[in-house]
T-cell receptor, first 115, second 114 residues
Framework: EPEVTQTPSHQVTQMGQEVILRCVPI?????FYWYRQILGQKVEFLVS????????KSEIFDDQFSVERPDGSNFTLKIRSTKLEDSAMYFC?????????????FGSGTRLTVV | AQSVTQLGSHVSVSEGALVLLRCNYS??????LFWYVQYPNQGLQLLLK??????LVKGINGFEAEFKKSETSFHLTKPSAHMSDAAEYFC????????????FGAGTRLTVKP
């Protein structure tokens, strides 16, 4: 069964450093998403991406965050200057259709720890 | 904007007992509705979804959910709990008209006692 792949599975970084979280969505999917889950809390929407541009973003997704699809397979989330409160599990997802009609396929997540 | 509320952050049942996890949504139009399961240290796995058609939806692992428009609910059930069902369950909603994202409930942690 097709999978969404995320790397690394765990990243530790110092406060103020830049991090890039990487995702390889399912190959025929057109819509891509990032979510985060702070430990013990709910899964929060960050951003959706379609046709090489952001289609929706939440209030969490401020100027410190950016997304990119640098080639035909990768989808990245960059945090420019990490803060302690950015520590969370970050999930990438992709879907074939928009508005979640078919459901999203999620990756296993990247656990980001900011120290 | 759509939102979803899960009643009960923790539910504990005995093995073999009925599982009932509650989810109510708020949306201006009937949304797409989903249940996801998250096992410890893993990602989110789709259990089932409602988009259109039959309101009783069957998913994986013996789970099912019923869309009730009059009650704005999408409760998840399983007739007989198994130890392996212990996990976090998330209800999610997507607006079929306006927004291109999916919003999750706060989650319900299911514990299954032997």
């Amino acid at each position: 069964e097709p999978e969404v792949t995320q790397t690394p599975s765990h990243q530790v970084t110092q406060m103020g450093q830049e991090v890039i979280l990487r995702c390889v969505p399912i190959s025929n999917h057109l819509y891509f998403y990032w979510y985060r889950q702070i430990l013990g809390q709910k899964v929060e929407f960050l951003v959706s991406f379609y046709n090489n541009e952001i289609s929706e973003k939440s209030e969490i997704f401020d100027d410190q965050f950016s997304v990119e699809r640098p080639d035909g397979s990768n989808f990245t989330l960059k945090i420019r200057s990490t803060k302690l409160e950015d520590s969370a599990m970050y999930f990438c997802a992709s879907s074939e259709s928009g508005r979640g009609r078919g459901g999203y396929t999620f990756g296993s997540g990247t656990r980001l720890t900011v120290v | 904007a759509q939102s979803v509320t899960q009643l009960g952050s923790h539910v504990s049942v005995s093995e073999g007992a009925l599982v009932l996890l509650r989810c109510n949504y708020s949306s201006s139009v009937p949304p797409y509705l989903f249940w996801y399961v998250q096992y410890p240290n893993q990602g989110l796995q789709l259990l089932l979804k409602y988009t259109t058609g039959a309101t009783l939806v069957k998913g994986i692992n013996g789970f099912e959910a019923e869309f009730k428009k009059s009650e704005t609910s999408f409760h998840l059930t399983k007739p007989s709990a198994h130890m392996s069902d212990a996990a976090e369950y998330f209800c999610a909603v997507s607006d079929r008209q306006n927004n291109n994202d999916m919003r999750f409930g706060a989650g319900t942690r299911l514990t299954v006692k032997p």
